[in-house]
T-cell receptor, first 115, second 117 residues
Framework: AQSVTQLDSHVSVSEGTPVLLRCNYSSSYSPSLFWYVQHPNKGLQLLLKYTSAATLVKGINGFEAEFKKSETSFHLTKPSAHMSDAAEYFCVVTPKSSGTYKYIFGTGTRLKVLA | EAEVAQSPRYKITEKSQAVAFWCDPISGHATLYWYRQILGQGPELLVQFQDESVVDDSQLPKDRFSAERLKGVDSTLKIQPAELGDSAMYLC???????????????FGEGSWLTVV
C-alpha cells in the first residue's frame, strides 16, 4: 500500500537553530513528493516539490528537502528557524495506481519556534 | 497572484440543517478538489472534478454530501443534513492537470470552517 509517515507530530526548536521535519514514504515506484505548510486558520501553501529531477529540492522561505530513494525519505530542513515558521507542515506523496496519481497526505508535524 | 477563492470562511449551523460552500478555482485549472480537514489531521479528499465530471468521489458520504461543478469552473459542496461530526475545515483546491500527470501541483484556498452545534 502507498503511504506517507511523518515521524514527529510536534517539533520544537529555538529561533535561529536548524529545523528538521521527517517524512518517510512507501511507494512501489518513484513518486512525486511535496511539502506544504499551513498557518493557523489558513489553507495549505506549497513549500517545495520533488518530481524525479534533482534530489535536493529548494523551496520558499529557505526550506529545502532531499529525496533519498534508498531510505524512502524526504525530510524537510531549514538552517535557521524564524518565528514566522511556526505552523503545521504536511508531507504529501503521489503514488501511481492504474494510471492515475493519488495525493496522500501525512498526518502533519506542528513546528513550534521558541524565542 | 491567482488564488483559489472560497466562501464563506466561517459557518455555524445547527444539526440537521443544510449548509453549502462555494469555490472558484484558479482560472484555467481543469481539476478541482474538495478536501475535509478535521482539527489535528491531514486533509482527506472528498471529491475530485476534471472539468465538470466527477473522477473520484469514493470518500464522499453520498447520503448527505453532494458536490457539483456544472460549467466546469466554480463548484459547490453541500451537506444536508449536517451532523455534529461534520465540524471541520473544508478546503477547495485546484490544479492545471488531472490524475494522469505526475508532479501536478495542487493550490489550496483559505478554507471554510464549519461548526455544527
Amino acid at each position: 500500500a502507498q503511504s506517507v509517515t511523518q515521524l514527529d507530530s510536534h517539533v520544537s526548536v529555538s529561533e535561529g537553530t536548524p529545523v528538521l521535519l521527517r517524512c518517510n514514504y512507501s511507494s512501489s515506484y518513484s513518486p512525486s513528493l511535496f511539502w506544504y505548510v499551513q498557518h493557523p486558520n489558513k489553507g495549505l501553501q506549497l513549500l517545495l516539490k520533488y518530481t524525479s529531477a534533482a534530489t535536493l529540492v529548494k523551496g520558499i522561505n529557505g526550506f529545502e528537502a532531499e529525496f533519498k530513494k534508498s531510505e524512502t525519505s524526504f525530510h524537510l530542513t531549514k538552517p535557521s528557524a524564524h518565528m514566522s515558521d511556526a505552523a503545521e507542515y504536511f508531507c504529501v506523496v503521489t503514488p501511481k495506481s492504474s494510471g492515475t496519481y493519488k495525493y496522500i497526505f501525512g498526518t502533519g508535524t506542528r513546528l513550534k519556534v521558541l524565542a | 497572484e491567482a488564488e483559489v477563492a472560497q466562501s464563506p470562511r466561517y459557518k455555524i449551523t445547527e444539526k440537521s440543517q443544510a449548509v453549502a460552500f462555494w469555490c472558484d478555482p484558479i482560472s484555467g485549472h481543469a481539476t478541482l478538489y474538495w478536501y475535509r480537514q478535521i482539527l489535528g489531521q491531514g486533509p482527506e479528499l472528498l471529491v475530485q472534478f476534471q472539468d465538470e465530471s466527477v473522477v473520484d468521489d469514493s470518500q464522499l458520504p453520498k447520503d448527505r454530501f453532494s458536490a457539483e461543478r456544472l460549467k466546469g469552473v466554480d463548484s459547490t459542496l453541500k451537506i444536508q443534513p449536517a451532523e455534529l461530526g461534520d465540524s471541520a475545515m473544508y478546503l477547495c483546491a485546484s490544479s492545471l492537470g488531472g490524475q494522469h500527470l505526475s508532479g501536478n501541483t495542487i493550490y489550496f484556498g483559505e478554507g471554510s470552517w464549519l461548526t455544527v452545534v
